[in-house]
């Protein structure tokens, strides 16, 4: 009995040091600030998610990943369109603060980011992806001293080819992404975020930049196109007639994209649990802008409507498992400091960006009640003769409100009209809900800064070199 009762000692004392793996004795050292993990996918709508309502896409692991989160319903990108939002997440500042509000423009080295801040307060950073913030050519090498303190460095400024594309690393060499690149992408960042836990001695940060599910939609590896037959796609119903048809060929590859994507996220977390790092792992997904998909017979984005400004935003807390949704409306530029709180670290001065760590946690929304949301500078696949032009709008939890340069434009009321199809502008008997937006609008240009001026003005004040489309000449 002595002798079972050794054996049955020596047993236990050696599953105790198997659990102790080095993963498990590195993240006890690290435990004063959680690691985070930042997925960012490209012009992934709200909408397009099973959690979302969307009972044609099929998500089940964001879905449950939004179970155990803390989810924002009225998040909206504040420049909906890829280089102005993806420098608003990084900075915590709006793209008339730092110049970024068109695309292919240069983040300056002297801007302070995310990355900066936290490797100053010692993390390993990592990115791995999609950047789109250098503005010296979308397939130009990216020098270490203008990747703002990511020591790891996988990246390519900007592709829409995500099968066998290229990324550099350290030096001026092209690598290749075996395969669809996301998968490859997540597969690298679960590489990087293990040799950490085993063998670092910091907390770390890894941003993880997908290119999907933005176009070209019929791209993705064809067991998951094979999964979305367009005849059997339900529409928005602010897609026009004429329009039905290619809106289902399009969404069908869209929706294959956000299903290869959600087989990645399952990847990431399934890592997370078997390493026993998500009880200290701020996990954090949003997407810089969505995609309007032939709603109201437009394309892509820039635009004011909810599927264009409107981006999925999920915040899952280390070690919680919340499952709650809030309403306040947040803004891409708060995505920092809402990071850096939560991490216990003071955020910059000068951030546009509001804090919502302790409303998470039952505390006070930190806004007015509004989102700002902007067109600066149309270009692109929003060039004036597809309808571009410069706006200001808000966007509260009921109601969307927007302005041209020649006046009001837009007025929605999003709980009765939820595809925004009656526009209540200049009806008499909304010219005081009309005037109540308009006063509020005008109170936060006045807030920030904001004169409203014409596209011109702000290109020539950054002295930056467009075409006739309106699109940044990258020899600038």
Known sequence: MRCRSLIIGIHLAFCALIRLTPAHAAQDVSSRKPNILLIMADQWRADAFGYAGNRDVQTPAFDQFAR???RFTNAVASIPVCTPSRAALLTGRRGLSTGMFMNDVPLRPTQVTLPDVLSEEG????????WHVDGHGRSSFIPVDRRHHFSYWRGLECTHDYNNSFYYGDAPIKRTWKGYDAEAQTQRAIKYMRHQARHGKKPFFVMLSWGPPHEPYQTAP????KMYDPRTITLRPNVPPDHRALAQTQLAGYYAHCTALDDCLSRLRLFLKEQDLERNTLVVFTSDHGDMIESHGNQKKQQPWDESCCVPMLFRLPG??????LAAPLVTEDIMPTILRLCGIQPPARLNGCDFSQYMVGGKDPTDGAALVLCPAPFGQWQRKLGGKEYRAIRTTQYTYARDLMGPWLLYDNQADPYQMNNLVDRPEY???QKK?????????KQTRDRFEPAAAYIRRYRYDVDATGTVNYSQ
């Open 431 to 433: 010219a005081a809900l």
């Open 320 to 325: 919680q498992s919340l499952g709650k949704t």
């Open 123 to 130: 993390y390993a950073t990592a990115f791995i992806g999609k």
């Open 437 to 445: 937006m308009d006063d509020w609008l005008q109170k936060k240009l």
């Open 68 to 70: 155990e989160s803390v």
């Open 222 to 225: 064809p067991r998951y196109r």
